[in-house]
């Protein structure tokens, strides 16, 4: 009897605890879902074909990216020898993520080039006026338009392209203000020379507002071998006119001049600032670019989709109506065909879908739609385990043994069968999870976890309740548990007590 209750109270227990981690710990819905972008990116190598290990390298250096971008939910998998594709659940905005993840984001620290001081200044004089440019069409662009305004900002353009003697082809008058700073940047970038001091020599990047405005700065920290080149490189241009500039993707993003006072040992501690006059989100870009490493090989979007937020919401709403249609005919079913061991049954299946989400909310698992159908199909699975205990129970009865024997020897006949079952069902989910696509992946999940739970709902917690129920005598009557083959039953239970 206290075994019994001592069980009945670990059941109770589960389903607090499970309740709870459903309040606390919201559900990770995939792209289905969520809605969000789906991204398909494709390696380019000038020569030869892209090998395992630098697909494998390309592809760590995004997942980096992408968990700095705080998409913690997305996934990442190979398409063939050179292609990867990229889900990110909640991401509505797939240009966004593709500024920051197609870039190979190779920094590299430059010393200028002697005799270069005059036509640095004119080109970051240029550079200036364009980012002045972009400040000003942005804030236009948010007013209401003025056709005056607007020949103006072109003008400036045009005279910035006479200086630089370059035009820009784009036909979106922002991007041509964009790719005309790209073009500067370049120019400026040039007229510095390389050193040994690289991204490479990296261990961290951060970033924060300047307090003096409203622009953001990027903060570095280098390695030990790192910051010896740093304290160097800056040490041979001490108290110079020679600057230093800082180089992402052939760009030129800032540069200073270093003082007198590091002419002897250069500027050490092993960490540098880059000001370059960002706004938030174009240092919180760079800073994940950095974080995440250089890319072996260029990559290029090659295919964008989006899944809206309200598809995504319509999916869940149907899976739910799917959900909790098939367990109202299943209970439906097993009530009337078991009765009590019936009801028990659906108390089962509902304690083992509490066990379910509280489970996938505590791994946690990314629900996808073929991971409900993962679900509702170990449902069935929990179904038909309790369909062959109570079977056997019956039998049991019909044989003319006590109801408490025949609950034992029901759960203990059927015990190897349903083990075999669900055994054999684990194999195929692990199988499956191992060579199959993400969607794919999502289902063998969500089933195999369903399988486990199903165990011990199936042969603990039906057999708990049932004990609990026949302790009272009013729960013992043969009727509630049997509904056909009355007088047979009744003939060889006469005169023995259930």
């Keep these: 009897m206290k075994r019994r209750q001592g069980w009945l109270f670990f059941i109770i227990f589960l389903i607090a605890f499970s309740i709870y981690l459903l309040i606390n710990y919201p559900f990770q819905l995939g792209l289905d879902l969520r809605g969000g972008s789906q991204l398909t990116l494709q390696l380019i190598k000038d020569k030869g074909v892209v090998t395992k290990d630098e697909l494998d390298s390309v592809k760590a250096v995004l997942d980096r990216r992408v968990n700095n971008l705080g998409v913690s939910e997305s996934n990442l998998q190979t398409l063939g020898n050179n292609q990867l594709i990229l889900e990110l659940p909640g991401e509505q905005d797939p240009l966004s993520a593709s500024r920051v993840i197609g870039k190979t984001a190779l920094l590299e620290f430059r010393t200028q080039t002697p005799d270069t001081f005059t036509e640095l200044k004119t080109f970051q004089a240029q550079r200036l006026k364009i980012n002045n440019l972009i400040v000003l069409f942005n804030d236009f662009n948010s007013r209401k338009y003025d056709e005056n305004n607007f020949q103006k900002l072109k003008s400036a353009l045009i005279n910035i392209q006479d200086v630089t003697g370059y035009e820009s082809d784009k036909v979106d008058f922002y991007s041509k203000l964009v790719d005309q700073r790209k073009y500067i940047n370049k120019q400026i970038a040039n007229l510095f020379k390389s050193t040994d001091l690289t991204g490479k020599d990296l261990i961290s990047a951060g970033r924060r507002q300047e ?213 054999t069902t684990l194999i195929s989910c692990f199988i499956l999870f191992i060579v199959g696509t993400n969607f794919v992946k999502g289902f063998a999940a969500t089933l195999g976890i369903g399988v486990i739970i199903s165990l011990y709902t199936s042969l603990n917690c039906s057999k708990t309740f049932l004990r609990f129920l026949t302790s009272y005598q009013s729960m013992r009557q043969i009727k509630l548990y049997l509904v056909s083959d009355k007088n047979v039953i009744n003939n060889k239970l006469s005169g023995k007590k259930l």
């Excluded at 500039?245 to 540069?255: K, R, T």
């Excluded at 092993?270 to 990559?299: D, H, W, Y």
């Excluded at 109801?403 to 015990?415: E, H, K, P, T, W």
């Design 211 to 423: 307090q003096s405005n409203n622009n953001w700065e990027v903060l570095l920290s280098f390695n030990s071998e790192g910051g010896d080149k740093f304290a160097e490189l800056t040490k041979s241009i001490a108290g110079s006119d020679r600057l230093l500039s800082i180089v992402l993707d052939g760009e030129s993003i800032s540069e200073a001049s270093v003082g007198n006072q590091f002419s002897k040992t250069g500027i050490t501690g092993g960490s540098a600032t880059i000001s370059g006059n960002f706004t938030a989100e174009e240092a919180r870009e760079l800073e994940v670019q950095l974080k995440g490493g250089s890319l072996p090989l260029p990559v290029e979007i090659i295919e964008t989709n989006t899944i809206g937020a309200l598809l995504g919401n319509r999916n869940i709403i149907k899976s739910f109506y799917a959900a909790i249609l098939g367990l109202i005919f299943v209970g439906l079913f097993m009530i009337v065909n078991y009765r009590i061991l019936g009801f028990i049954s659906v108390v089962s299946l509902l304690i083992y879908g509490l066990f379910n989400l509280a489970l996938y909310s505590l791994i946690p698992v990314t629900i996808t739609l073929p991971g409900i159908a993962g679900l509702i199909l170990s449902l069935g699975m929990a179904v038909d385990a309790n369909i062959l205990i109570f079977e056997r129970i019956r039998d049991e009865l019909k044989n003319g043994n006590t109801l408490i024997r025949s609950i034992d020897n029901g759960f203990l006949m059927a015990n190897s069968s349903i083990i075999d079952g669900h055994i």
